[in-house]
């Protein structure tokens, strides 16, 4: 199989490639989008949902957890990140959704709205423990609520100064499948002293 760049085309002058070849090209006839073209005439053209416009990132800013008013986390204790959207950064999301496709500020979960999609999500927070020499937990979970969790993954990370800002950044990857289409996925945090978090971003990038 032979594929051909041809760039920026009009789809409806371009002609047919010769067969066992194809034509890849931007349709201007058709929105410029990413269109294949073989031998027959036959177009497959890569829309939503399944070409490379249905990749993309939004991010979501808390402005309601500061320094002044916090979240405040209990030692030892699962406490949902019960995150607020203040500030959208969409400008290059998935073609056809926004930021409320994906982030349900009413449940705290991050969810998809297709199954099957991959995603790096990274969450970055500042904390302040009342003790040195501590850690903190984030837990993303797509069990039905925070007493019982369905983990997908965890990551810890280090507190080394009391009273002092941390800026903890967490960056996984995970599938759209199962309970997480059900329940969407909450993120739970457990550090090992009281501790403060403030100044929360959630980034949502689709990649395949």
């Known amino acids: ?11 409806s002058t371009l002609g047919n490639p010769s067969a066992g070849e194809f034509y890849l090209f931007l ?14 005439g036959t177009d497959l053209v890569y829309s939503i949902g399944d070409g490379i416009d249905a990749l993309g990132w939004i991010a979501v800013t808390d402005t309601t957890y500061t320094s002044g008013s916090p979240l405040n986390l209990t030692a030892s204790t699962d406490t949902l990140l019960d995150f607020h959207i203040d500030t959208v950064e969409e400008t290059y999301p998935p073609n056809g959704y926004t930021n409320t496709d994906f982030f349900n500020e ?5 969810t998809s709205p297709i199954t099957g999609a991959g995603y790096v999500f990274r969450l970055e927070f500042e904390i302040t423990p009342q003790q040195s020499n501590r850690s903190i937990d ?3 979970s797509t069990g039905v609520d925070v007493a019982n969790q369905v983990v997908i993954d965890k990551r810890s990370t280090g507190l080394i100064t009391n009273g ?9 990857f995970f599938f759209a499948t199962g309970t997480f289409i059900t329940n969407g996925m909450q993120i739970i945090l457990n550090c090992t002293t009281n501790a403060a978090i403030s100044n929360v971003q959630l980034v949502l990038s689709r990649v395949n």
């Open 1 to 11: 199989m032979a594929l051909i760049n041809m760039g920026t085309a009009d789809g």
């Open 138 to 140: 984030v837990i993303f």
């Open 106 to 110: 009413t449940t705290s979960r991050i």
């Open 164 to 172: 002092g800002t941390n800026f903890i950044s967490s960056t996984s």
């Open 27 to 40: 349709d201007s006839n058709n929105g410029s989008q990413l269109t294949r073209r073989n031998s027959s």
